[in-house]
């Protein structure tokens, strides 16, 4: 069945907009990531305008993430005064990223932008979540006992100290304001949630217990998104309620099942998972910056002012 | 694929002498709209244009064989063009140009070859192609030729550009009709129809009409909505969003008891 988008001014099939969805709310469920990294980029590869991809895909990120944060409200891991310094610095960050955003474009460069930082941050992150479960995993198969993490860096003997009791943290609020800010940045820039990145910093940086880390990003992801989506309808109008309708729609079946998954596997395994899903996503991208396109010229709208 | 029909229909003859206009051989296209509007339903997927009319003569026809150009154009609009060149093993946008005027959608059919049928004279005097379109006087095209190049080799793979040879039917010289088919991906505004009559590869007459191509429905209202009102949009979508969010973790809690 083909529907008629009326933002986007395309017609696409409607069964492969529902898959599409649900594949993403199925990773949302799953990992705790909005799944806007792998959404934004298929939207491209359907024909979708990017800025109303990336604009709507905010919005699809909203749905998906309230049935995971309810979900994980009702089991009790959501660690809220933590989630709402992320948001504090998401807020601050999403800002930023946006006139970045504009200041790419303006030049013509918003795409080698894009993927530049998609190649670069999934890599990183991608490889060193990778090693990390690796060893995890082996460690438990081990059957040993399980060394203790170094409990406390430098970073968290800034001053302004918290205690989150949720994470069972005492530390000052500057790193977690700091990573939520990052995560602004790169929403605003890549058009995604930003729950590749966070949760990683949660684990790692923050040393967040990884059972309240899924829960708190996507807390922090909803109102992120939300944000983004209405400043994506107010300045540019590039939001498509058809589009995100039945996005959203298959997203929260998903999302259902990802979460139910999620919560009956090992955290290693799923870490695993998610950071081969996003190694992947990275392989292709940066094969699409080297190969030599079959079109060098591309065209661009103008918009009306 | 839904058949739109646009009749552009045939008048009946009128008293022949008052339509005789010097120049153009005692020719005439004669057609009358019968639909002015193509409407985007949340369903469209395209659909076919069918244009119909004839030729009134006031004496009998020269003995040089006529021909039929139909050309649809869509809203012209703003591009820029641009290209990627490899640097540092990395493929990036290095060089633009910018195209003030191009037609989002634009079909040339003909009765017969086009080189048999238009002149390149005449092509460029009335601006019937897409690259005598795109270059005709008024645009303003900055950079190379070569950026235009692309954008109509670009366009015409996306099948939003084309010629189709040999497309109208022409009969006894006095009644043609044609089928233009129009892509899913349809911008809104109106569609230019031009209809040249055509002999001895000469424009003899020429007809323009004009139908526009709008949402209709609950396409239209989301669309007026999202210019009108944007913060209320932005609010009605992130409504939707959550509620259908809540609604499926609630559902699925059921289902789970």
Not at chain 1, 245 to 268: D, P, S
Not at chain 2, 74 to 96: C, K, S, Y
Request: charge should be neutral.
């Amino acid at each position: 069945m083909q529907l008629y988008l009326p933002i986007a001014e395309v017609s696409v099939n409607a069964f492969l907009l529902l898959g599409l969805g649900g594949l993403v709310g199925l990773l949302s469920g799953m990992f705790g990531v909005g799944g806007g990294f792998l959404i934004t980029p298929l939207l491209f590869f359907i024909g979708i305008p990017p800025a109303v991809a990336v604009a709507t895909s905010a919005n699809q990120i909203v749905a998906s993430s309230v049935s995971g944060v309810l979900a994980h409200l009702k089991r009790r891991t959501v660690d809220i005064p933590m989630g709402l310094v992320l948001l504090a610095g998401g807020l601050i960050g999403s800002t930023l990223g946006i006139w970045v955003f504009n200041l790419f474009r303006s030049m013509g460069q918003v795409d080698l932008i894009v993927k530049l930082s998609y190649v670069l941050f999934l890599g990183t992150v991608g490889g060193l979540m990778f090693v990390e479960s690796l060893r995890a995993i082996l460690r438990s198969r081990r059957a040993g006992p399980r060394p203790q993490r170094v409990r406390h860096n430098r970073l968290h003997a800034l001053p302004l100290k918290v205690k989150f009791r949720a994470s069972g943290l005492y530390i000052s609020v500057f790193p977690p304001l700091a990573v939520g800010m990052l995560v602004g940045v790169m929403g605003a820039v890549m058009g995604v949630g930003g729950g590749f990145l966070m949760v990683p910093a949660m684990i790692y940086l923050l040393q967040m217990p990884t059972k309240v880390v899924i829960g708190t990003s996507l807390f922090q992801i909803l109102f992120l998104s939300a944000y983004t989506t209405m400043m994506h309808a107010i300045t540019n109008q590039t939001v498509d309620l058809v589009l995100a309708l039945i996005l959203i729609l298959g997203g929260v079946i998903g999302a259902q099942v990802g979460t139910t998954i999620g919560a009956r596997m090992k955290a290693e395994n799923l870490r695993v998972m998610l950071a081969l899903i996003v190694l992947a996503v990275c392989f292709q991208l940066a094969l699409s910056l080297v190969w030599t396109p079959s079109e060098l010229y591309s065209i661009d709208p103008v918009e009306a002012t | 694929m839904r058949r739109l029909v646009l009749a552009l229909l045939l008048a009946l003859p009128l008293p022949l002498a008052a339509q005789d206009t010097e120049g153009r051989l005692g020719e005439e296209i004669v057609l009358g709209l019968s639909a002015d509007e193509v409407a985007i339903t949340v369903t469209f997927d395209g659909s076919d244009l069918l244009v119909f009319g004839a030729i009134r003569r006031s004496a009998p026809p020269p003995a040089t064989p006529a021909e039929i150009v139909l050309v649809v154009s869509g809203p012209l609009v703003p591009v820029t063009v641009r290209r990627a060149e490899r640097v540092a093993g990395i493929w990036m946008n290095t060089d633009a140009a910018h195209v003030d005027l191009a037609p989002s959608f634009y079909a040339v059919s003909t009765s017969g070859p086009l080189p048999e049928v238009l002149s390149a004279v005449e092509n460029q005097r009335h601006s019937v192609t897409v690259p005598r379109a795109i270059r005709s006087v008024g645009n303003r095209i900055e950079g190379a030729d070569t950026f235009v190049e692309a954008l109509i080799r670009i366009r015409e793979a996306e099948g939003l550009y084309r010629i189709e040879e040999g497309a109208v039917d022409f009969e006894e010289e006095t009644l043609f009709s044609a089928s233009v088919g129009l892509p899913a991906n349809l911008t809104e505004g109106n569609y230019d129809i031009r209809i040249y009559l055509t002999r001895d590869r000469r424009v003899v007459d020429w007809y323009e009409a004009t139908i526009g191509v709008q949402r209709v429905g609950i396409e239209r209202w989301l669309y007026n909505l999202s210019i009108q009102a944007p913060p209320l949009y932005g609010l009605l979508a992130l409504a939707i969003a959550a509620l259908a969010g809540w609604t499926a973790s609630a559902a699925a809690r059921y289902l789970r008891r």
